[in-house]
Antibody
């Protein structure tokens, strides 16, 4: 059974930092691209970042570029999101999502339960 | 930057057909996905590659994409289908989500 379990969320002051983790199991993590997607309270989904299976390819949304860093440790089956210079507008539930390749096209076929990040003074 | 637009809300009577649209410039040239999200839960993939259903998704869910509009269709809508639905596409390698549509079954 595929499982994605996020952790590391919490309350942080504006300008502060936080590191999120996503523990993966039930599939070959080292062969799969992964993403972070966030959802502000009462709002829609917003894609944050993508990392390829070997970490060779990384993308970020403009809203987090230069502040957030995605990484992974395939030996530990874990995905990370280092968030620096946090702003009020970064308050959201952060989901890690597995990206399944359907032969050139992809979709997020499994999502974690999410971890809440609250940026507030 | 690329944007896709959904209606904020759609209402449907039980047993009827619900259609949720997603509009974007030349969206038909891109593949779209649809996700269902119920209150307090994580999103669930219901359609990928415009019209394909993942394993475990009921046949009443279908999708299409042409021109500038992708459509999620739910036939014989059930009360359990009441949820928020999000379309998703790619602009080059950047993922774009629609703003979401709240489907009410009443």
């Amino acid at each position: 059974e595929v499982q994605l379990v996020e952790s590391g969320g919490g309350l942080v002051q504006p300008g502060g930092s936080l590191r999120l983790s996503c523990a993966a199991s039930g599939f070959t993590f080292s062969s799969t691209g992964m993403n972070w997607v966030r959802q502000a309270p009462g709002k829609g989904l917003e894609w944050v970042s993508y990392i390829s299976s070997s970490s060779n390819t990384i993308y970020y949304a403009d809203s987090v570029k230069g502040r957030f860093t995605i990484s992974r440790d395939n030996a530990k089956n874990s995905l990370y999101l280092q968030m620096n210079s946090l702003r009020d507008e970064d308050t959201a539930v952060y989901y890690c999502a597995r990206e399944r390749d359907y032969g050139g096209n992809s979709a997020f076929d499994y999502w974690g339960q999410g971890t809440l990040v609250t940026v507030s003074s | 930057s690329y944007e896709v637009t959904q209606p904020p809300s759609v209402s449907v009577s039980p047993g009827q057909t619900a259609s949720i649209t997603c509009s974007g410039d030349k969206l038909g040239d891109k593949y779209t996905c649809w996700y269902q999200q119920k209150p307090g839960q994580s999103p669930v993939l219901v359609i990928y590659e415009d019209s394909k259903r993942p394993s475990g998704i009921p046949e009443r869910f279908s999708g299409s994409n042409s021109g500038s509009t992708a459509t999620l269709t739910i036939s014989g809508t059930q009360a359990m289908d009441e949820a928020d639905y999000y379309c998703q596409a790619w602009d080059s390698s950047i993922v774009v989500f629609g703003g979401g549509t709240k489907l009410t079954v009443l």
